[in-house]
């Protein structure tokens, strides 16, 4: 059988070899840009006239390539497509279906820096960020592959005399997958294939901003040779195609990751019974987040602003475990402050198709208007201590400078509200008694962090602090598959933990089977 999961590691990119290789790959990628992608429904290719362009975020007018916009007939046929397929691939050996997994798996790592180059041109990925999101892919598959093994053999329970008893795992039937953009090769991936290996047949309706690279994760999917109707493609506005997935009669799960505000909206939806439905829709949805780093008085001040500044501007603030808030007790404060400034400021920006940087454009002119738009709120609300500005090179791509506020009310919009953009505010608080409260005082609860040095501040974060992923000296984003399964709690979402050991269940029935002998 396979040998045990192990998460892929990073490369270093200051070492020549692997710089060398990303170099090669985005010249290969910048030789493909431009191409047009089909939708795929039932094993078919679909194409039409009414496209979706995606263009390079840090160079506004570069076409990384186009795609056919899904129409709402179109999702239909996706839906009939899926459910057709369901019967026998619901049937295929759970080991069977694993081993798909595993050759995608093993076609994404031998194009790991492609896949990599692809998300740079696409969503303005660094190179460690891109490559990180390429292997939390691959290891995505390669667990989920193993773990299906493993529920295969049922849950196990306890003998009863004279029967045979069993509980074991059953496919669902049809799952929409909606997925956002910014792990576009990750997420999608992940929740793609979880609900594949699972024996359910799948609609993908990637995000609207990277609908490129869920083209080429297709393009790998063919390569794999899926039976026709397993996978199927429907690229376009969510509110098309996404409403017609949601709402449709015959769609069994709805595996959703994205806003908070999209993920209610499915949530309700998902409850509302359409004619002809016989089920009650079963809803995933992991959401948005306000992470939070607290900052105790006996703390390592230099580890904490090093956390604090990779995990509120990696990506440009843009992954849903991002620190936009950190916690700090006042006694701390103005030390850690100058500690964070100094490493803000020296962070690089630029378009990372042309070099390494530490940070690049964010997604699109709405989250830039979105960002630009807080920073005003932000001069109301406190202290501008870095950036605050518009970025010079506005004009070719989407930048935003890094910017930090202090002083910050607790109740402040800039400390409530997801910005998801490289805004950080900072709050003081009297104590830990207060910072904890502090942290636990938005209505989302995805990540959060604490630095402390006690013991009993440390135990007490471990019950109270309201997040479904809490990391103790050390930063709040970078979860690894099955080290750190992944969700959140409260607006932040179902807590499916992706990536962890109770995921797969979440898109199977569970059977209790009986015989008297
Ligand atoms: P979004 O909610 O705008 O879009 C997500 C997906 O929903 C897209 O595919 C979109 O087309 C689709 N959609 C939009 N309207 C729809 C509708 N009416 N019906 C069905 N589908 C619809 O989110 P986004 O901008 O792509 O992603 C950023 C958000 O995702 C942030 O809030 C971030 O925190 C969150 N996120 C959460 C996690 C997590 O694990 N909790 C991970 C990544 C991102």
Redesign the pocket.
């Known amino acids: 059988m396979f040998t045990p999961f192990e998460n892929e590691t990073y490369v270093d990119f200051s070492q020549p070899e692997p710089a060398r290789k990303m170099r090669e790959a985005l010249d290969l990628v910048a030789s493909e840009l431009g191409k047009d992608y089909p939708n795929i429904i039932g094993g078919k290719k679909i194409s039409s006239d009414d496209k979706l362009v995606s263009v390079n975020p840090a160079n506004i007018n570069q076409i990384v390539g186009t795609v056919t916009k899904a129409t709402a007939e179109d999702a239909e046929q996706a839906i009939l497509a899926a459910y057709a397929a369901f019967p026998a691939w619901s049937k295929t050996d759970p080991i069977v279906r694993a081993r798909y997994l595993v050759r995608v798996a093993a076609i994404l790592r031998r194009r790991i820096y492609e896949f990599s180059a692809w998300m740079t041109y696409e969503v303005s990925k660094t190179w460690l960020e891109a490559y990180a999101d390429t292997a939390e892919a691959i290891d995505f598959l390669e667990f989920y592959a193993r773990e299906m093994v493993r529920l295969s053999a049922g849950n196990g329970n306890t003998p009863y005399p004279g029967e045979e008893n069993e509980a074991r795992f059953m496919p669902m039937g049809v799952v929409a997958v ?6 576009p090769l990750a ?1 999608m991936a992940g929740m793609t294939m979880s609900a594949v290996v699972t024996g359910n047949c799948v609609i993908t ?5 990277s609908p490129i690279l869920a083209a080429k994760f297709y393009e790998v999917l063919e390569e794999a040779r899926f039976p026709a109707g397993v996978v199927n493609l429907v690229q ?4 098309v ?3 017609v ?2 709402g449709h009669p015959l769609t069994r799960v709805i595996s ?8 209610l ?2 949530n309700k ?1 998902a409850a509302e019974v359409v004619p002809g439905q016989k089920w009650i829709k079963r809803a995933i949805l ?4 306000k992470d939070c780093i607290v900052v105790d008085d006996d703390s390592d001040i230099d580890a904490a602003a090093e956390g604090i500044v990779a995990a509120a501007f990696s990506f440009q603030g ?4 991002a620190c936009s808030r950190v916690v700090v007790v006042e006694s701390v404060h103005d030390l850690l402050l100058s500690k964070i400034l100094t490493r803000a400021s020296k962070l690089t920006m630029g378009d990372p198709t042309t070099g390494d940087f530490n940070m690049s454009a964010v ?1 699109d002119q709405e989250s830039v208007d979105r960002v630009e738009a807080y920073m005003e709120i932000g001069a109301k609300e406190g202290r501008l201590v870095l950036g605050g500005t518009p970025h010079p090179s506005k004009e070719s791509g989407y930048f935003v400078v890094p910017t930090i506020f202090t002083d910050v009310d607790r109740n402040a919009r800039i400390a409530q509200e ?1 910005i ?1 953009g490289p805004l950080l505010s900072i709050i003081k608080a009297k104590d830990f008694e207060d910072a904890l409260s502090i942290a636990n005082s938005t209505e989302y609860g ?1 990540t959060g962090a604490l630095y402390s040095r006690k013991r009993e501040h440390l135990e007490r974060a471990r019950h109270e602090f309201q997040v479904g992923n809490l990391y103790l000296n050390r930063k709040c984003t970078g979860a690894f598959v099955d080290v750190q399964p ?3 709690f409260n607006m ?2 179902t807590d499916s933990k ?1 990536g962890g050991r109770d995921y797969l269940q979440l898109l199977m029935l569970a059977k209790s089977v009986s015989e008297r002998w």
């Open positions: 909606i997925s956002p953009w910014n792990f997420i309706k990637p995000a609207e901003q376009g506005l969510g509110e195609v996404g409403e997935l949601t959703f990751t994205g806003s908070r505000a999209v993920g909206h499915i939806k992991e959401m948005g987040g843009q992954k849903c475990s997604i997801e998801f995805l992944f969700g959140g932040s979402g992706a």
